[in-house]
T-cell receptor, first 113, second 112 residues
Framework: DAGVTQSPTHLIKTRGQHVTLRCSPI?????VSWYQQVLGQGPQFIFQ???????GRGNFPDRFSARQFPNYSSELNVNALLLGDSALYLC????????????FGPGTRLLVL | GESVGLHLPTLSVQEGDNSIINCAYS??????FIWYKQESGKGPQFIID?????DKRQGQRVTVLLNKTVKHLSLQIAATQPGDSAVYFC???????????FGAGTTVTVRA
């Protein structure tokens, strides 16, 4: 079975640009969560989506937004990129909206210059 | 600040020995804990989980112990192998919370 997939694997942007990251959950999983992992730190929660609705949001500015599609895939959008947005962006899927095991994708490595 | 943290940032282990990775948490509302392993260039991989109604749970070569009295959990890896070299994170769910909170991680290096 395919796990969580993310695209692209790597991305280089310049300050002020916009970026869209994509995630496809494990088949049958309806919940997708996004995390930011800065080098040397643990993942930090950004969003959780379940059944196309935002169910939770972490302490991130409004430049960060996301959405979930009818097939449960998801996009994370970041506007007006800052150097500090350079990180590994992880997507995790789980069956439902509750406190369940989350399975992570390989991540998208974003570098902002 | 983060409510989940690890006692040691690095751990060096001889191949074949047992490894013990510790994690402290401060949120008394946390009642579900998960250990993840992250290898270089990859996303976190689920290892084992434990809920607060349990003190111990065993998997294949791994054991998680939970001490709610002192808000501490540990991951024990038996007969550590080179493939166990990675960063290990403990993560927690608090009751009525919607997010998984991670600690900073412990880097485990296995010596041949």
């Amino acid at each position: 079975d395919a796990g969580v997939t993310q695209s692209p694997t790597h991305l280089i942007k310049t300050r002020g640009q916009h970026v869209t990251l994509r995630c496809s959950p494990i088949s049958g999983h309806k919940s997708v969560s996004w995390y930011q992992q800065v080098l040397g730190q643990g993942p930090q929660f950004i969003f959780q989506y379940y059944e196309k609705e935002e169910r939770g949001r972490g302490n991130f500015p409004d430049r960060f937004s996301a959405r979930q599609f009818p097939n449960y895939s998801s996009e994370l959008n970041v506007n007006a990129l800052l150097l500090g947005d350079s990180a590994l962006y992880l997507c995790a899927s789980s069956l439902g909206r509750g406190r369940e095991t989350q399975y992570f994708g390989p991540g998208t490595r974003l570098l902002v210059l | 600040g983060e409510s989940v943290g690890l006692h040691l940032p690095t751990l060096s282990v001889q191949e074949g020995d047992n490894s013990i990775i510790n994690c402290a948490y401060s949120n008394s509302a946390s009642d579900y804990f998960i250990w993840y392993k992250q290898e270089s260039g990859k996303g976190p991989q689920f290892i084992i989980d434990i809920r607060s109604n349990m003190d111990k749970r065993q998997g294949q070569r791994v054991t998680v112990l939970l001490n709610k009295t002192v808000k501490h959990l540990s991951l024990q890896i038996a007969a550590t192998q080179p493939g166990d070299s990675a960063v290990y994170f403990c993560a927690e769910w608090a009751r009525d919370d919607y997010k998984l909170s991670f600690g900073a991680g412990t880097t485990v290096t296995v010596r041949a």
